[in-house]
């Protein structure tokens, strides 16, 4: 009977480098177990972590199955292993605990639906109940309901009757005997729902604090809201009602969520945006938006400083770090820098394929395929395959995969992995015989792939730059690989590849103020001073449009389009000025253009100064207006 599996242990031996042995470890998910571990410094070991407790080293999946499943020599192993144990102790990121807030705002349709749930969850909760319809002398009932979000949850503002100004009233008692319905009680509660408006009770109140119409605006912050059977938000009366499911808006049905929320925990700052790259402008309340519509969870929020993550709201489905074009969305677990660094040591062959998936998906498709091998074929755990971009997707490519196989649970609706995975095919259709080369598939699907021998392969060069300076440019070197093999000349077009593309510009209107550089973050725009000149390289152009929008002389324009030619990854001329030289030192302090239209307008403005003072530097003007003074 089997009691244990063989894990592989990466571990200093006395040699230059840590070298790999095997070690048998027990198996049992009901009981994991600490390793016990072979004496000598120990690094990593495969395994799972669900099938380990309190490792004192970090547990590689992607060694366990290259190991059991693929047919990678003891040296290839090695390797894998080193890039895995670099990658797991390098992650880095914040954490903080987030305390429990058990305050909730409840609302219900009767008093005796409240009283319920108070009954039930009040030792737990801190209830504030809220009426949607009826009257109750102990809860207040809301009217002209309207929610907003709010920083730290949701605001509510409504409307509740007030009938009497307590702050106001005596209580001398006169109103409660004349009221022929004796709607109001001994706690200057008066019950609309039975008053027929007499007036009475108002006519004898000495002190005329009785107001049958009057109405009081409140205003709630609450982290969560829970709405109780019956009551709709979408059509309660209510106005204005403006709300999105993002952790704040539960119901009696999904409870078990709210207390997860309201429970303390820990919160890891893995989603990070780096707004110095970033080509939303927050200031300016323009550019590119993509992970805000990709995010639906309410996560990302935008304000002066650009693209903020809502660390308590991210659930890391990835969407935002796939879709974002320069790469200032980043996963911390696994992040583009530490993608690329990570094969500088581990060689694809041209017929291999490289599956991708998730611990929890790998450890099925290992339990299930015990015992078998498969050919060229590099598995990687990877945290999130839902944050995987073209960059990523092309790059293995590059570095010889025939195949990118993602692998998933079930069908989902991703747009921003869907939307990665048909750019790479649409490019890799001119590379790869026009077969497809990234496919999604379950884990039947996997199996039957894997045992299908690849169609031709892509290019036979293998991409040997593993340096990183940012996502847009790694992109932009892949490409320019795979256009210098193939000598590519198509275009991609349509929406698919509307994040690309070049900028025009006329320049009888350009008057080289540059204001599109100032914004351009990615460079992709950029000026030589040297020259006078802009200059742009359409390849790291996202489409953005900040640099349309700045242009004062409304002299740029985009042309969409990712061209596959040598052109494209470029720097191109745009526009350049004649220097404006000073009539006497030489020196250049402008452009003529821009001078011209200075004088322009300082000659229709300011008509009795003398404009030939500004043909000269600054240093040569104050010495001509000194000697002018003297003479």
Same mark, same amino acid.
């Given at each position: 009977?089997?009691?244990?599996?063989?894990?592989?242990?990466?571990?200093?031996?006395?040699?230059?480098?840590?070298?790999?042995?095997?070690?048998?470890?027990?198996?049992?998910?009901?009981?994991?177990?600490?390793?016990?571990?072979?004496?000598?410094?120990?690094?990593?070991?495969?395994?799972?972590?669900?099938?380990?407790?309190?490792?004192?080293?970090?547990?590689?999946?992607?060694?366990?199955?290259?190991?059991?499943?693929?047919?990678?020599?003891?040296?290839?192993?090695?390797?894998?292993?080193?890039?895995?144990?670099?990658?797991?102790?390098?992650?880095?990121?914040?954490?903080?605990?987030?305390?429990?807030?058990?305050?909730?705002?409840?609302?219900?349709?009767?008093?005796?639906?409240?009283?319920?749930?108070?009954?039930?969850?009040?030792?737990?909760?801190?209830?504030?109940?809220?009426?949607?319809?009826?009257?109750?002398?102990?809860?207040?009932?809301?009217?002209?309901?309207?929610?907003?979000?709010?920083?730290?949850?949701?605001?509510?503002?409504?409307?509740?009757?007030?009938?009497? *100004? !307590?702050?106001? /009233?005596?209580? +001398?008692?006169? =109103?409660?005997? &004349? $009221? #022929? @319905?004796?709607? %109001?009680?001994?706690?200057?509660?008066? *019950? !609309?729902?039975? /008053?027929?408006? +007499?007036?009475? =009770?108002?006519? &004898? $109140? #000495? @002190?005329?604090? %009785?107001?049958?119409?009057?109405?009081?605006?409140?205003?709630?912050?609450?982290?969560?809201?829970?709405?109780?059977?019956?009551?709709?938000?979408?059509?309660?009366?209510?106005?204005?009602?403006?709300?999105?499911?993002?952790?704040?808006?539960?119901?009696?049905?999904?409870?078990?969520?709210?207390?997860?929320?309201?429970?303390?925990?820990?919160?890891?700052?893995?989603?990070?945006?780096?707004?110095?790259?970033?080509?939303?402008?927050?200031?300016?309340?323009?550019?590119?938006?993509?992970?805000?519509?990709?995010?639906?969870?309410?996560?990302?929020?935008?304000?002066?400083?650009?693209?903020?993550?809502?660390?308590?709201?991210?659930?890391?489905?990835?969407?935002?770090?796939?879709?974002?074009?320069?790469?200032?969305?980043?996963?911390?677990?696994?992040?583009?820098?530490?993608?690329?660094?990570?094969?500088?040591?581990?060689?694809?062959?041209?017929?291999?394929?490289?599956?991708?998936?998730?611990?929890?998906?790998?450890?099925?498709?290992?339990?299930?395929?015990?015992?078998?091998?498969?050919?060229?074929?590099?598995?990687?755990?990877?945290?999130?395959?839902?944050?995987?971009?073209?960059?990523?997707?092309?790059?293995?490519?590059?570095?010889?995969?025939?195949?990118?196989?993602?692998?998933?649970?079930?069908?989902?609706?991703?747009?921003?992995?869907?939307?990665?995975?048909?750019?790479?095919?649409?490019?890799?259709?001119?590379?790869?015989?026009?077969?497809?080369?990234?496919?999604?598939?379950?884990?039947?699907?996997?199996?039957?792939?894997?045992?299908?021998?690849?169609?031709?392969?892509?290019?036979?060069?293998?991409?040997?730059?593993?340096?990183?300076?940012?996502?847009?440019?790694?992109?932009?070197?892949?490409?320019?690989?795979?256009?210098?093999?193939?000598?590519?000349?198509?275009?991609?077009?349509?929406?698919?590849?509307?994040?690309?593309?070049?900028?025009?510009?006329?320049?009888?209107?350009?008057?080289?103020?540059?204001?599109?550089?100032?914004?351009?973050?990615?460079?992709?725009?950029?000026?030589?001073?040297?020259?006078?000149?802009?200059?742009?390289?359409?390849?790291?152009?996202?489409?953005?449009?900040?640099?349309?929008?700045?242009?004062?002389?409304?002299?740029?324009?985009?042309?969409?389009?990712?061209?596959?030619?040598?052109?494209?990854?470029?720097?191109?001329?745009?526009?350049?000025?004649?220097?404006?030289?000073?009539?006497?030192?030489?020196?250049?302090?402008?452009?003529?253009?821009?001078?011209?239209?200075?004088?322009?307008?300082?000659?229709?403005?300011?008509?009795?100064?003398?404009?030939?003072?500004?043909?000269?530097?600054?240093?040569?003007?104050?010495?001509?207006?000194?000697?002018?003074?003297?003479?």
């Amino acid at each position: 009977m089997q009691s244990g599996f063989q894990s592989y242990i990466l571990r200093y031996d006395g040699s230059g480098k840590p070298a790999l042995s095997e070690h048998t470890l027990p198996l049992h998910p009901a009981q994991p177990s600490s390793p016990d571990l072979p004496e000598g410094k120990t690094y990593l070991i495969s395994g799972f972590s669900s099938l380990t407790n309190d490792s004192p080293v970090p547990i590689s999946p992607t060694l366990q199955l290259n190991a059991d499943l693929s047919d990678f020599s003891s040296g290839q192993l090695a390797s894998i292993a080193r890039a895995e144990l670099n990658r797991l102790t390098r992650i880095n990121y914040r954490s903080f605990i987030k305390e429990m807030n058990p305050r909730v705002v409840v609302i219900g349709k009767t008093a005796a639906a409240i009283d319920r749930f108070t009954d039930t969850y009040g030792s737990v909760l801190d209830i504030e109940p809220l009426l949607s319809t009826g009257i109750d002398p102990d809860i207040c009932t809301a009217e002209e309901l309207d929610i907003r979000e709010a920083r730290n949850g949701l605001r509510l503002s409504f409307l509740t009757r007030v009938p009497i *100004d !307590l702050n106001r /009233c005596t209580y +001398c008692g006169s =109103c409660g005997p &004349i $009221c #022929p @319905e004796q709607c %109001i009680d001994e706690h200057l509660f008066l *019950d !609309l729902g039975k /008053c027929s408006f +007499c007036k009475e =009770c108002i006519m &004898i $109140c #000495p @002190e005329e604090v %009785i107001d049958l119409y009057g109405v009081e605006k409140r205003t709630l912050h609450t982290p969560a809201l829970l709405l109780l059977e019956g009551v709709d938000l979408e059509n309660p009366g209510t106005s204005d009602t403006i709300f999105t499911e993002k952790n704040t808006v539960f119901t009696e049905k999904n409870i078990s969520r709210l207390f997860a929320e309201i429970c303390a925990c820990r919160i890891d700052e893995t989603i990070t945006c780096d707004n110095t790259i970033c080509q939303y402008i927050g200031r300016l309340d323009q550019g590119c938006e993509q992970c805000l519509h990709a995010c639906s969870h309410g996560a990302l929020q935008k304000d002066e400083d650009g693209i903020r993550v809502d660390q308590e709201r991210c659930v890391e489905c990835g969407a935002c770090v796939a879709i974002c074009p320069t790469g200032a969305m980043q996963s911390l677990r696994f992040s583009d820098a530490r993608f690329i660094e990570y094969f500088s040591d581990i060689h694809l062959d041209s017929a291999s394929t490289v599956v991708l998936g998730s611990e929890h998906l790998l450890h099925k498709f290992w339990w299930l395929n015990h015992g078998h091998r498969f050919a060229h074929t590099f598995f990687l755990e990877h945290p999130s395959v839902e944050a995987l971009n073209l960059m990523h997707l092309l790059f293995l490519l590059a570095l010889g995969a025939n195949r990118i196989l993602i692998l998933r649970d079930k069908e989902h609706d991703d747009l921003s992995l869907s939307r990665q995975i048909g750019q790479a095919n649409a490019i890799a259709g001119d590379l790869c015989a026009g077969h497809p080369v990234v496919l999604t598939t379950d884990l039947q699907g996997l199996r039957d792939l894997l045992a299908t021998t690849p169609k031709a392969p892509c290019p036979a060069d293998i991409y040997s730059d593993f340096s990183f300076t940012g996502r847009r440019q790694k992109l932009a070197s892949v490409l320019a690989f795979f256009t210098d093999q193939k000598k590519l000349t198509n275009t991609c077009s349509g929406e698919l590849f509307s994040e690309f593309g070049a900028v025009a510009c006329d320049q009888n209107r350009c008057s080289s103020c540059l204001a599109c550089v100032g914004e351009c973050r990615i460079e992709s725009l950029v000026a030589d001073s040297e020259q006078f000149a802009l200059l742009q390289t359409p390849i790291l152009c996202t489409q953005c449009t900040v640099c349309i929008s700045l242009c004062p002389e409304n002299a740029l324009t985009l042309v969409p389009g990712l061209t596959l030619s040598k052109d494209f990854f470029n720097p191109k001329l745009l526009a350049q000025a004649e220097p404006m030289r000073c009539r006497h030192c030489g020196k250049i302090f402008g452009t003529r253009q821009s001078f011209e239209r200075v004088m322009h307008v300082l000659q229709n403005k300011q008509p009795e100064l003398d404009l030939d003072l500004f043909s000269y530097c600054e240093d040569c003007r104050v010495l001509q207006m000194i000697a002018g003074t003297n003479a």
